[in-house]
C-alpha cells in the first residue's frame, strides 16, 4: 500500500547528513534560508542558521543546497580560469585608490 502511494504520488526516500548544507523553508516569510544540519530526529531535522540560531525544521521544508561555501559569481569563477581580474578584485582596487 505505502509503496502504491509512494509511486503513484511521486514520494521521494530524502535524508541528510551531519554537516550537510540545506535550504531551510521559512512558512511565514515564504523564504528559503541557507542552513547547516546539525542533529536527526525521525524527520525532523535540527538546523543551525547562519545567525548561530538553532531551529527544527521536518524533512519537507529542507532541500539539498548546492550552494558553494565560498560564494563566488559564476562569473568570477570563469574570469579565474582566463587569469582575468574578478568583480571583486576590480571593486577592492578601485575603493583603494
Not at 544540519?37 to 524527520?43: D, K, P, Q, S, T
Not at 558553494?68 to 559564476?74: H, R, S, T
Request: proline share 3%.
Amino acid at each position: 500500500m505505502e509503496q502504491q502511494f509512494n509511486c503513484r504520488d511521486g514520494a521521494k526516500n530524502s535524508q541528510f547528513n551531519l554537516g550537510e548544507s540545506v535550504l531551510c523553508y521559512f512558512v511565514v516569510s515564504r523564504q528559503w534560508v541557507k542552513g547547516t544540519i546539525i542533529n536527526c530526529r525521525g524527520v525532523v531535522y535540527s538546523v543551525r542558521m547562519p545567525s548561530g540560531r538553532i531551529r527544527d525544521f521536518h524533512i519537507n521544508h529542507l532541500r539539498s543546497s548546492c550552494l558553494a561555501e565560498k560564494e563566488e559569481l559564476p562569473a568570477d569563477i570563469l574570469l579565474e580560469c582566463f587569469n582575468m581580474p574578478t568583480v571583486k578584485a576590480q571593486v577592492a582596487a578601485s575603493l583603494s585608490q
